[in-house]
Nanobody
């Protein structure tokens, strides 16, 4: 069974930092691109994608320059370093497995971009508040 277990969330003040981890098992981790996706209310937004080798990443403008995705393929673990956190970053953060090794062109999928993923973790809560 594919399993993705997030950890590292919590309460942090604006401007603070958090590092999220995702322990993966049940599949060949180094064969798949991975992503962090956040959910708040009815909104779902991808915040980072990394290819299988870990040498290519993408970010939306909302987090670019503040968030860094990385992976350790020996430990089968995905990370998200979040700096300069803002209240609008408050969300449940999920790690998710893509169906490809590479990073697809997300704009080609439009509202169907969620079809790129075949497994999500349960998520970890991040709350940014003073």
């Amino acid at each position: 069974e594919v399993q993705l277990a997030e950890s590292g969330g919590g309460l942090v003040q604006p401007g603070g930092s958090l590092r999220l981890s995702c322990a993966a098992s049940g599949f060949t981790f180094n064969n798949y691109a991975m992503s962090w996706i956040r959910r708040t209310g009815g909104k779902v937004e991808w915040v980072s994608v990394i290819n299988s080798d870990g040498d290519s990443t993408i970010y939306p403008d909302s987090v670019k320059g503040r968030f860094t995705i990385s992976r350790d393929n020996v430990k089968s673990t995905l990370y998200l370093q979040m700096n300069s956190l803002k209240p609008e970053d408050t969300a449940v953060y999920h790690c998710a497995k893509l169906i490809y090794q590479f990073i697809p062109s997300l704009g080609d999928y439009g509202s169907n971009w969620l079809s790129l993923y075949d497994r999500w973790g349960a998520g970890t809560q991040v709350t940014v508040s003073s």
